[in-house]
């Protein structure tokens, strides 16, 4: 039996990975308040052990170290602030989440001597980048606004990206990096309101799509259990030191025409789209980008994304009218 360490369990991927993960793993499960595991868990696997810890609590390594058994083959690190409103109201949080975070748990896979980690980043980490119709590769980044606490997610990501290959030049840790694409379809948890999930909801409650931005914002999506697929691939045959992109290209569009493709085609144009857009960004978008993410280097390793955007709101919204 494999033991796993994952953090960020009560997360949206990190809960659809153990839940994904057979019954010849035991699952070490870190989270910031074991109650409310145990209520969003039940009795779903008998062979996860919760642990709760604040990753980015340096001082209490060790008393991790010691709940922990003598041998973790694999870290799966997910945990992070992904509500962009948080992300402006506690950006010093935000930021030590990140970047303390990821280097406390780099620290303990180090003195673990794991096996395997993957941290899941980020495609925040290009910045503002317009690259016309071509596509961007993992060597390749963008502009992000050092004036604008909003950044504080995707330049801790890109420091955490750096204490990642830092920890594996340095002591060897084999880290990989998987630089997530937005996420989704079936696994969101119910108090998910990202721009995907307000699409969702609005087609439930057949009410039109709110644009609070011009909508031309370029978006990159894939499919849950494909992002899941990934990551497990780059646990057990990613390159140590690596970034790879996770991405649908053929989910590559513009925020306004999904919001077209989801009124048109998964509505069935019950509803249309309206823009409403203030003056600041109080809801805390990221910048504004021209970024087409390039799947090439996972592709290479095997893996192929298989769910198309229509295909991941339906789940979607299957989740959220059957719950």
């Not at 604040?54 to 870290?75: A, F, G």
């Not at 935000?94 to 406390?104: E, F, L, Q, S």
């Not at 794991?114 to 503002?128: A, I, K, N, R, T």
Request: charged share 25%; proline share 2%; net charge negative.
């Amino acid at each position: 039996m494999k033991n796993y360490l994952i953090t960020g369990a009560t997360g949206f991927i990190g809960k659809r990975l153990i839940e994904k993960l057979n019954n010849e793993t035991h699952i070490y499960a870190i989270v910031r308040d074991v109650q409310k595991a145990e209520n969003i868990y039940g009795d779903t696997r008998a062979d996860i052990t919760f642990i709760q810890w604040s990753i980015d609590d340096s001082k209490t390594i060790e008393n991790v170290i010691s709940l922990l058994p003598e041998k973790v083959d694999y870290v799966i690190h997910c945990a992070a602030n992904t509500d962009s409103k948080r992300m402006i109201e506690y950006p010093v949080e935000t930021a030590n989440g990140i970047v303390i975070g990821t280097r406390n748990v780099l620290e303990l896979a180090r003195l673990k001597q794991v096996e395997s980690l993957v941290y899941l980043s980020s495609m925040e980490v290009y910045g503002s980048i317009n690259l016309g119709e071509k596509r961007v590769t993992e060597d390749t980044l963008g502009d992000i606004d050092i004036y604008n606490v909003r950044s504080t997610y995707p330049l801790g990501k890109r420091m955490a990206e750096l204490y990642c290959l830092s920890y594996y030049k340095e002591y060897g840790v084999p880290v990989k990096v998987a630089r997530l694409a937005q996420v989704f379809g079936s696994g969101i948890l119910p108090t998910d309101n990202r721009v995907f999930a307000q699409f969702a909801k609005s087609v439930i409650s057949n009410k039109d799509i709110i644009l609070h931005t011009d909508g031309t914002s370029m978006g990159n999506y894939v499919d849950t259990d494909d992002a899941i697929d990934a990551i497990m691939l780059l646990l057990n045959n990613g390159e140590n030191g690596e970034a790879y992109n996770i991405v649908n290209e053929d989910n590559t569009m513009m925020i306004r025409d999904m919001a077209e493709l989801v009124a048109s085609e998964v509505a069935g144009g019950k509803i249309k789209v309206i823009f409403d857009i203030p003056k600041d960004n109080i809801h805390g978008y990221a910048a504004k980008t021209g970024l087409r993410l390039s799947s090439s280097k996972i592709n290479a390793l095997g893996w192929q994304a298989k769910k198309n955007l229509v295909d991941m709101y339906k789940l979607l919204i299957h989740e959220m009218t059957t719950r």
